[in-house]
């Protein structure tokens, strides 16, 4: 099936409980996000924790995917600029805070909850006055399209 959208809407509900608590031990271990692209950059306004707790990898065998789990907390009222992940082919993103802003693909907003996200296509976030807390699970060695083809098999797709 070929997707025509860069985001692919999830109908899979966390367990809020356990992942918070796990955003909770991250906390403690989290710092600037760098990019090898930009060695000279620190993000200050934005955080990542590469924290690997026990319910990460259960959402990762329920998606029948390998990744990268991670926490990203972007401070509010801060403009994530345009950029295509590095490395990551695609995503799957659970935001955790309430009240969240969109991302913005090739220029369209998508709001969102939970969501694979072809991280290849240039996204910015324009956060608005409250921290944003994500859950994400970068991918590197499986297109968009053949995850969300999984997800959609998997009855996890809206």
């Known amino acids: 099936m070929i997707i025509m959208e860069p985001l692919l809407h999830l109908n899979y509900e966390l367990d809020k409980s356990l992942i918070l608590k796990e955003s ?6 989290r710092r600037f996000y760098t990019d090898t692209r930009y060695p000279k950059r620190l993000y200050i306004e934005w955080l990542l924790s590469l924290y690997k707790g026990k319910y990460m990898y259960k959402v990762m065998k329920d998606f029948e995917v390998k990744g990268q789990p991670k926490f990203y907390w972007l401070k509010p009222n801060y ?4 950029h295509v992940d590095n490395g990551t082919t695609c995503s799957l993103n ?6 969240n802003a969109a991302v913005t693909i090739n220029g369209k907003e998508y709001f969102y909850k939970n969501a694979l996200l072809n991280t290849q ?3 910015s976030v324009k956060n608005g006055n ?27 797709s809206v």
Do not use: M
Request: aromatic share 10%; no cysteine; proline share 4%.
């Open 24 to 29: 909770e031990e991250a906390k403690k271990e």
């Open 79 to 82: 403009t994530l600029p345009t």
């Open 94 to 99: 659970f935001l955790l805070s309430e009240d």
């Open 121 to 123: 296509q240039p996204h």
């Open 130 to 156: 409250k921290e944003r807390l994500l859950f994400k699970i970068s991918i590197f060695n499986e297109s968009f399209e053949s995850v969300a083809n999984k997800i959609i098999k998997k009855g996890y």
